[in-house]
């Protein structure tokens, strides 16, 4: 597996804008399908967004669908979250999650790598 750690968490208005990075170790980074997922107080952990190991396939959750962008650089072993045009309801814990395609093929439930999450707040 690889070991996550992400940054770029904080607090800021609505509307407003934020870019999360995860950098990855341990591993090859590019054989690794990559996940942004998301926790916020009292509810379970929802999936946010997913990069496949090319970048070449993403996937969003409707909720962010035109909002947030997700890209990885591989020679940086770094994927990011880019997101825009937040609203209070994206208040959460975020988080990363790694693996390999074929791990991941019955559901992200089945990564065996996460980071230990950055914490996102909007304002109203």
């Known amino acids: 597996q690889v070991q996550l750690v992400e940054s770029g968490g904080g607090l800021v208005q609505a509307g407003g804008s934020l870019r999360l990075s995860c950098a990855a170790s341990g591993r090859t980074f590019g054989n690794y399908a990559m996940g942004w997922f998301r926790q916020a107080p009292g509810k379970e952990r929802e999936f946010v967004a997913a990069?496949?190991?090319?970048?070449?396939?993403?996937d969003y959750a409707d909720s962010v669908k035109g909002r947030f962008t997700i890209s990885r650089d591989n020679a940086k072993a770094t994927v990011y979250l880019q997101m825009n045009s937040l609203k209070p309801e994206d208040t959460a814990v975020y988080y990363c999650?790694?693996?390999?395609?074929?791990?991941?093929?019955?559901?992200?439930?089945?990564?065996?790598?996460w980071g230990q999450g950055t914490q996102v707040t909007v304002s109203s």
């Open positions: 990069i496949s190991w090319s970048g070449s396939n993403r």
């Open positions: 999650a790694a693996d390999t395609p074929l791990q991941i093929l019955a559901g992200w439930h089945r990564a065996r790598s």
